[in-house]
Structures are given as C-alpha cells and as structure tokens.
C-alpha cells in the first residue's frame, strides 16, 4: 500500500483529465521542472498569465463540442489540450472554449489554434503564438516572440527582444517594442511605436506606419501599400525603401548624417527637402535619380521604386 501511494503524484501528472463536453473547469498541476507548457485549442477565447508561482492553473469551460482536456505533464513539457473529435471540425456554432491559463512567468509557452483568440502576457523567456482567424493581445513579453495569424489581428505592448509579428488580412498595432523586430502584413495595416535599432517591415498592399526611435537598421518594402515613417538614423546606419507602387516618405527627426542614393523607375517623383539637390530625369524614358550626401555621410539612405513617390525630410 505504501509503494502504491509512493507512486500516486507521478500517475496524477502523467494522465489526461476526462472531462464532458462544456462542463466548468478548475484543475492545476505543480510545473515540477517543466521548461516549456504546450496549449492547444481549436475556437474560443484563451488567457495566458504568466505569474511568479510555480503552480500551472486551467479554470473555465470547455467547448461544447469538446471530448474533455488533455493536461498533463510529459518530460520537460506540460500540454494542455482541448480535444476536438475530427468529423465535428465543420458546423461549429458561435461559442468555443473560455479558457484562463496561469503559468510561471519563466516557462516558454507555444499555443496553436484556428478560430480562437488569444491574449498573452508577462513571460520572459519566449513565446510563440499560432492562430488562423482569431486575434492575438500580447503584452510584456521578452526573448523571442513569435506572433502569427491569418485573418485575425495583433495587437502587442512592451514587447522586447527578438520580434517577429505576421498577419495576412489583418492588421498589426505595435507599442512600446524594444530589440529587434520582423513585422509582415499582405493585405493588413501595419502600425508601429518602437524603441526597436533593428526593424523589417513587409507588406503587400496593405499600408506601414512606423514612428521608430534611434535606427541602426531599418529595410522596409511593399508593392502598392504606402510606408510613412518617422525615426532618427544613427551614424554607421542603413534604411533601405523599396516598392511598385507605393509612397514612401521619411521624416528624420535628427540632423541624419547619411549618404542617399534615391531612384524611380517608371515615373513618380522624388521629394527631397533635407537639401537643396534635385532629382535628375533619365534623357530616356520616364525614370528619375537623386544622389547626395548630409553631414559626414556615415550612414546609408536608398529608396527604390517603380512608379510611386519618394520623398525624405
């Protein structure tokens, strides 16, 4: 009986809790070493807390469609799973799982869904978030942190270290970031208050506004969405525009020190109002180029694009 009991916490934490469909629920484990803890949920609406315990907590109510939760502790991983049978994926009604994850702030947290929302917030050491139509809250998030949805948007605070945020039709709000960052957008807006020196920005048709602090690098490119932007270039920089059809404009809010290399190629113009250089028309065909330089020209400034507009200041 004793050998029993001795083995009693290792069985608790190494099996699925059966649950029925759209019951309440309350269960918590110790994370006893756990590194990482692995959520998955298809449609619904998911909060993950990190907190400085060391108890992993689910409490609300499963999706109605639901054949119980999966949370249980396996090697260095703690997965918690609503589990969807296969042939019910499709006729789904208008309500799913309302979740409330509370963690260790110090784990690495990974969520997959499809229809769910997600919001996150206070961990330290990495996130990543995966969902298809739902939208994703983050807030105080550190390391490396990975943010992507399909039709769903994102909407991020205080986030730090290495950022990379993707959204195809939905739109992207960034405040507060810090570190370096990857943003990515189709269709979807971008819009972006960073202390981030490092920042990418892609987007297909879909417009980017970045209101950005002291740059070391900055490449940004899009086909007919427009890019305006604000930042201060540091010495030794880059900030590299390209588009089809898209504006670009820049505002440096310092005295930048760069060496600009400006070029349209089918038409649009080029604005410079940093200097008193004008851009040259091709003798041949519709293309324009602007070279000059401010201060010692320690940084580099090039701007491409086919038939939209260029203008610095």
């Given at each position: 009986?004793?050998?029993?009991?001795?083995?009693?916490p290792l069985?608790?934490?190494?099996?699925?809790i059966?649950?029925?469909?759209?019951?309440?629920?309350?269960?918590?484990?110790?994370?006893?070493g756990?590194?990482?803890?692995?959520?998955?949920?298809?449609?619904?609406?998911?909060?993950?807390m990190?907190?400085?315990?060391?108890?992993?907590?689910?409490?609300g109510?499963?999706?109605?469609?639901?054949e119980?939760?999966?949370f249980?502790?396996?090697?260095?991983?703690?997965?918690?799973?609503?589990?969807?049978?296969?042939?019910?994926?499709?006729g789904?009604?208008?309500?799913?799982?309302?979740?409330?994850?509370?963690?260790?702030?110090?784990?690495?947290?990974?969520f997959?869904?499809?229809?769910?929302?997600?919001?996150?917030?206070n961990?330290?050491?990495?996130?990543?978030?995966q969902?298809?139509?739902?939208?994703?809250e983050?807030?105080?998030l550190?390391?490396?942190?990975?943010?992507a949805?399909?039709?769903?948007n994102?909407?991020?605070k205080?986030?730090?270290g290495?950022?990379?945020?993707s959204s195809?039709s939905?739109?992207?709000?960034?405040?507060?970031?810090?570190?370096?960052?990857?943003?990515?957008?189709?269709?979807?807006?971008?819009?972006s208050?960073?202390?981030?020196?490092?920042?990418?920005?892609?987007s297909v048709?879909?417009?980017?506004?970045?209101?950005l602090?002291e740059?070391d690098e900055?490449?940004?490119?899009t086909?007919s969405?427009?890019?305006?932007?604000?930042?201060?270039l540091?010495?030794d920089?880059?900030?590299?525009?390209?588009?089809?059809?898209g504006?670009?404009?820049?505002?440096?809010?310092n005295?930048?020190?760069?060496?600009?290399?400006?070029?349209?190629?089918?038409?649009?113009?080029?604005?410079?109002?940093?200097?008193?250089?004008?851009?040259?028309?091709a003798?041949?065909?519709?293309?324009?180029?602007?070279?000059?330089?401010?201060?010692n020209?320690?940084?580099?400034?090039?701007?491409?694009?086919?038939?939209?507009?260029?203008?610095?200041k």
């Amino acid at each position: 009986m004793g050998n029993l009991r001795s083995y009693l916490p290792l069985i608790l934490l190494t099996t699925a809790i059966p649950t029925l469909a759209g019951e309440k629920i309350d269960e918590s484990m110790s994370l006893n070493g756990a590194k990482s803890v692995i959520i998955e949920n298809l449609r619904g609406e998911v909060k993950v807390m990190g907190n400085d315990g060391d108890t992993v907590s689910v409490v609300g109510e499963l999706d109605d469609k639901a054949e119980g939760l999966t949370f249980e502790k396996s090697g260095s991983r703690i997965i918690i799973k609503v589990e969807i049978p296969h042939n019910s994926h499709n006729g789904w009604g208008a309500d799913g799982s309302e979740l409330s994850i509370k963690l260790p702030k110090h784990v690495r947290v990974s969520f997959k869904g499809v229809s769910s929302n997600v919001e996150v917030e206070n961990f330290i050491n990495g996130v990543e978030i995966q969902t298809v139509s739902g939208n994703i809250e983050a807030e105080n998030l550190m390391q490396q942190v990975e943010l992507a949805t399909v039709s769903g948007n994102i909407y991020s605070k205080k986030l730090s270290g290495k950022l990379r945020l993707s959204s195809v039709s939905g739109n992207i709000e960034d405040k507060n970031s810090s570190g370096r960052a990857h943003f990515k957008t189709v269709s979807g807006s971008l819009g972006s208050k960073s202390m981030a020196n490092e920042v990418s920005a892609k987007s297909v048709s879909g417009d980017i506004d970045l209101h950005l602090a002291e740059i070391d690098e900055l490449i940004v490119s899009t086909v007919s969405g427009e890019f305006n932007s604000e930042l201060s270039l540091n010495d030794d920089g880059l900030l590299k525009m390209s588009s089809v059809s898209g504006d670009l404009q820049v505002n440096f809010k310092n005295e930048v020190q760069a060496s600009f290399s400006l070029k349209t190629n089918a038409g649009g113009d080029i604005i410079n109002r940093l200097t008193s250089a004008q851009a040259k028309r091709a003798k041949y065909g519709p293309s324009s180029k602007l070279s000059f330089e401010t201060g010692n020209g320690s940084s580099s400034v090039r701007a491409s694009t086919v038939s939209g507009s260029i203008v610095v200041k």
